[in-house]
């Protein structure tokens, strides 16, 4: 059983930055794949990014490609996303997400995760 908790989001004009961070309690973390979703109203939740059990491995998506980064430290049990270059379409309900190591990692599909946290808004003005 893992438990998972965002913090970090809030509300940044468009060209800044913000820093997720993920939580999880639970002694099983490193072993698991982990990965940052969005949500915005209306929408559909999407993959944003995905980071190995070891953190040696990545991967975005097209549309953050180049301004996001995930990163994760064992240690703290915990998995971050830098935001960069922030941009209005960014705006959504971000939630980290843990995948048994059994699945491949980096699967986009919201219904192969495990264990879901209940999410931070990230809010970017124009």
């Known amino acids: 059983q893992v438990q998972l908790v965002e913090s970090g989001g809030g509300l940044v004009q468009a060209g800044g930055s913000l820093r997720l961070s993920c939580a999880a309690s639970?002694?099983?973390?490193?072993?698991?794949?982990m990965g940052w979703f969005r949500q915005a109203p209306g929408k559909d939740r999407e993959f944003v990014a995905a980071i190995t059990w070891s953190g040696r491995n990545t991967k975005y998506a097209d549309s953050v490609k180049d301004r996001f980064t995930i990163s994760r430290d064992n240690a703290k049990n915990t998995v971050y996303l830098q935001m960069n270059s922030l941009k209005p379409e960014d705006t959504a309900v971000y939630y980290c997400a843990a995948l048994k190591q059994t699945i491949p990692w980096g699967t986009r599909r919201v219904d192969e995760y495990d264990y879901w946290g209940q999410g931070t808004q990230v809010t970017v003005s124009s």
């Open positions: 639970g002694r099983s973390f490193s072993s698991y794949h």
